[in-house]
């Protein structure tokens, strides 16, 4: 098992959500894993600016939790991870090369989308979905 974060962003009670073009497949908040010799801030910071194009102001962690599904493109099932809300951010949202599609989401919008495994769970344990 290795380290992951995870976004929660919200504008106008919509959820900033990417479609990716890689395993994990589907719907997810930005995320990614954690490098060695970096700790879960850096992480998130440098994963919303890779993801997002935003830069992060303030933020605070939701929940960490160790999960033993979600494949990764790393070979993993499993990943200890630490999920944040974001509170503040500077910039526009850009779509990356790692996305089909990158848009802020209303709840009713996401019980639709294919949902990546382990954000259907995360959603439904911070009761959003």
């Given amino acids: ?23 994990p497949l589907g719907w997810a908040c930005p995320a990614g894993h954690i490098e060695i010799g970096e700790k879960p801030e850096q992480t998130l910071i ?8 935003l830069d992060v102001k303030k933020y605070n962690l939701l929940l ?18 630490h999920v944040y809300e974001i509170l503040d951010w500077q910039g526009e949202i850009k779509l990356s ?6 848009g802020w ?13 382990v954000w259907q769970y995360f959603l439904k344990k911070l009761n959003i979905i």
Avoid at 1 to 23: P, T, W
Wanted: charged share 35%.
């Fill in 105 to 117: 989401k209303t709840v009713e919008e996401i019980k639709q989308l294919q949902l990546e495994e």
């Fill in 46 to 53: 440098r994963e919303i600016k890779e993801e997002a194009n």
């Fill in 64 to 81: 960490h939790e160790a999960v033993d599904f979600g494949t990764c493109r790393r070979g993993f099932t499993g990943h200890d991870w």
């Fill in 1 to 23: 098992m290795h380290s992951s974060v995870g976004a929660l962003m919200k504008q106008n009670n919509k959820i900033l959500m990417l479609d990716r073009k890689n395993i």
């Fill in 97 to 102: 090369h790692e996305h089909k599609a990158i």
